[in-house]
């Protein structure tokens, strides 16, 4: 069974930045892809940013790209999220998700995994 704990996240002025990190327990993770997925109040959860297994191919939103890295050490089974440029419309809870496949998943239904979440508030 694979457990994800997300860290890093808190209060942030606009314009500021935010590493998110996504520690896995397991030791198969590092075959999994995995992803960032946020939900701001009142709307869907969002897929952020979402990386491959080996971290050779990620994908970002177009809300976000430019201004956020994914990225993941599969030595420490951890995912990171970089944010920078930090707007008020990023607001959001944002949680971690690790899929069984090896490829990028761009799709919430096919991630089998998901932590607890982690608020996110930048203030304007």
């Known amino acids: 069974q694979t457990q994800l704990v997300e860290s890093g996240g808190g209060l942030v002025q606009a314009g500021g930045s935010r590493r998110l990190s996504c520690a896995a327990s397991?030791?198969?993770?590092?075959?999994?892809?995995a992803g960032w997925v946020r939900q701001a109040p009142g709307k869907e959860r969002e897929i952020v940013s979402a990386?491959?297994?080996?971290?050779?191919?990620?994908v970002y939103a177009d809300s976000v790209k430019g201004r956020f890295t994914i990225s993941r050490n599969n030595a420490k089974n951890t995912v990171y999220l970089q944010m920078n440029n930090l707007k008020p419309e990023d607001t959001a809870v944002y949680y971690c998700?690790?899929?069984?496949?090896?490829?990028?998943?761009?799709?919430?239904?096919?991630?089998?995994?998901w932590g607890q979440g982690t608020q996110v508030t930048v203030s304007s």
């Open positions: 397991g030791r198969t993770f590092s075959t999994y892809a």
């Open positions: 990386i491959s297994w080996s971290g050779g191919n990620t």
């Open positions: 998700a690790a899929s069984r496949s090896i490829v990028v998943v761009t799709t919430r239904n096919a991630y089998d995994y």
